[in-house]
């Protein structure tokens, strides 16, 4: 089973949608979380980092479920821009720090 | 502005040849990595440092090195370049070490025939 798994997609949806998709983790120790966004043949860029409470930055929305060891990404009124492939991270620490890359989720905004 | 630079933006090479690919930030973070990216795998950590003199091996180290002699560069190094390291490399710099706020250079295409 790999340690982050997110579902490839690719998610087809129109404008002005919304769309969620998740990220499982299989580490109970994980402790940071995060969301990454990558545009095509460009390199990731942070798009917000996930709490326990849940948090939101405008359109997005994140949620972190501890007991069933996923993180969520709700994006609202989505945009032409949002097309993108959205990557999950997970990092816990033991004797050292380990970061994972979800293989990313591919979000389409069609007109 | 500060910013993290990755050369060459594309390379083509042969197979059994030494290739070096550069990274350089003006962040003046301490931790670097490199990232390999290949469809279906998502990104892969190759090597990382912790500051200078400081390398680790990732989790695909195999046939690649790194060195850091100082803050701004992490060059990655193919000792033996083979067609299975065809991929695109991405270097990354951060203050932290939780995966927050990484900063991503622009990447480098390698294709190794």
């Known amino acids: 089973r790999k340690e982050v798994e997110q579902d490839p997609g690719p998610f087809n949806v129109p404008e002005g949608a919304t769309v969620a998709f998740n990220c499982t983790y299989s580490?109970?120790?994980?402790?940071?979380f995060f969301w990454y966004r990558q545009d095509c043949r460009k390199e990731p860029k942070l798009l917000m980092s996930v709490y326990s409470s849940g948090n939101e930055d405008g359109r997005f929305t994140a949620q972190l479920n501890r007991a069933s060891q996923y993180i969520s990404l709700l994006i609202r009124d989505s945009k032409l821009s949002d097309s993108a492939t959205y990557l999950c991270?997970?990092?816990?620490?033991?004797?050292?720090?380990?970061?994972?890359f979800g293989s990313g989720t591919r979000l389409s905004i069609r007109p | 502005d500060a910013e993290i630079t990755q050369s060459p933006r594309h390379k083509i090479t042969e197979t059994g040849r030494q290739v070096t690919l550069a990274c350089h930030q003006t962040w003046n973070h301490n931790n670097m990595f490199w990232y390999r990216q290949d469809l279906g795998h998502g990104l892969r950590l190759i090597h990382y440092s912790y500051g200078v003199q400081d390398t680790n091996k990732g989790e695909v180290s195999d046939g690649y090195s790194v060195s850091r002699s100082n803050t701004e560069d992490l060059p990655l190094t193919l000792e033996s370049a083979a067609s299975s390291q065809t991929s695109v490399y991405f270097c990354a710099s951060s203050e932290s070490t939780t995966g927050r706020g990484y900063t991503f250079g622009s990447g480098t295409r390698l294709t190794v025939v």
């Open positions: 991270v997970v990092s816990w620490y033991s004797s050292a720090s380990k970061i994972i």
């Open positions: 580490n109970s120790a994980s402790q940071s």
